[in-house]
């Protein structure tokens, strides 16, 4: 992969996000957003005559986890933290994010259910569900 993002010998493909192979970054959304954006900027300036390659820098904006309910863990630069403090900083940048209030309000609502209610939406796939058979029946 060339370091703007493109394909070698073909600079009109770019890769971003978990399918680029690009000094070692890690294969986190960050990555595959903000890779989006410099291919976006490029087609934008090659549509304005400007063909010259800019590489692809990634800016590290600090890393969370979500650990358990009310816990997670954020480092920022220098700033470590965690537990309520880390789940609350999490579920701000996270909710920050999403795209218009809709989203944001729908997703607020479904994480109060789960985590407040202990009602889950969101649950795993299993072998039993990915196969199409009935997840109620006993294991085979």
């Avoid at 470590?80 to 729908?106: A, D, E, P, Q, S």
Wanted: net charge positive; charged share 20%; proline share 6%.
């Amino acid at each position: 992969m060339e370091p703007d993002c493109t394909v070698p010998g073909y600079p009109d493909i770019f890769v971003v996000g978990d399918l680029m192979s690009l000094d070692h970054l890690p294969g986190v959304a960050e990555v595959a957003m903000q890779s989006g954006v410099h291919c976006a900027r490029t087609i934008g300036r090659r549509l304005k005559d400007n063909r010259v390659p800019r590489p692809f820098v990634y800016r590290d904006l600090g890393t969370m986890a979500a650990i358990s309910r009310f816990r997670a863990v954020a480092k920022v630069g220098p700033l470590k933290v965690g537990g309520l403090i880390g789940w609350l900083l999490w579920l701000v940048v996270h909710v920050t994010f999403l795209t218009g209030f809709k989203n944001r309000f729908g997703a607020l609502a479904r994480w109060v259910v789960s985590f407040v209610g202990r009602g889950r939406y969101e649950r795993a796939l299993t072998g039993r569900w990915i196969a199409g058979n009935d997840p109620s029946a006993e294991p085979v």
